[in-house]
T-cell receptor, first 113, second 111 residues
């Protein structure tokens, strides 16, 4: 089985632009979470979706939004990019919602210039 | 808000020495998970602890969850060069999928 796949792997954007990151979970996993990891720090929770509904939201501005599709894939959207949004964006899927370990994708490295 | 603190931030050991990282939460946790991230890689799930006082072993790795479910530790016996990486603890919520990650402990092993 394929693991969690994320696209693109790397991205360079200009301040003020918009970006869409994509994630496909492991087959059978209905939960998808998004994390932001700045170099040298632990991942920070952004969103969790389970069965296409938002289950949790982290302390991120409204410029960040996400959704989950009927096939359980997910998109993370960030509007009005700031230099501080430069980070590794990780998607994680799990078999069920709370209480299970997560399988992380390799991430999307976003650089805002 | 809820915080998870992890110490030490860095640890350099000689191959064969033991290693321990400690994790403390400001609030009681539903569960604690441990992940390992190699340089340039992504976090890889190691284990989840749920019960108060729980101890689990995976070969040379021993994981403990405190009685109050606010702290945890990971102990590696006789480290090997393959143990190199950053170890993160992450506190879980019973209501949401939110994981609060610690800052991580980066382990370097000298051969």
């Amino acid at each position: 089985d394929a693991g969690v796949t994320q696209s693109p792997t790397h991205l360079i954007k200009t301040r003020g632009q918009h970006v869409t990151l994509r994630c496909s979970p492991i087959s059978g996993h209905k939960s998808v979470s998004w994390y932001q990891q700045v170099l040298g720090q632990g991942p920070q929770f952004i969103f969790q979706y389970y069965e296409k509904e938002e289950r949790g939201r982290g302390n991120f501005p409204d410029r960040f939004s996400a959704r989950q599709f009927p096939n359980y894939s997910s998109e993370l959207n960030v509007n009005a990019l700031l230099l501080g949004d430069s980070a590794l964006y990780l998607c994680a899927s799990s078999f069920e919602g709370p209480g299970y370990g997560y399988t992380f994708g390799s991430g999307t490295r976003l650089t805002v210039v | 808000g809820q915080q998870v603190m992890q110490i030490p931030q860095y640890q350099h050991v000689q191959e064969g020495e033991d290693f321990t990282t400690y994790c403390n939460s400001s609030t009681t946790l539903s569960n604690i998970q441990w992940y390992k991230q190699r340089p340039g890689g992504h976090p890889v799930f190691l284990i989840q602890l749920v019960k108060s006082g729980e101890v689990k072993k995976q070969k040379r790795l021993t994981f403990q969850f405190g009685e109050a479910k606010k702290n945890s530790s990971l102990h590696i016996t006789a480290t090997q060069t393959t143990d190199v990486g950053t170890y993160f603890c992450a506190g879980g919520s019973s209501n949401t999928g939110k994981l609060i990650f610690g800052q991580g402990t980066t382990l370097q092993v000298k051969p």
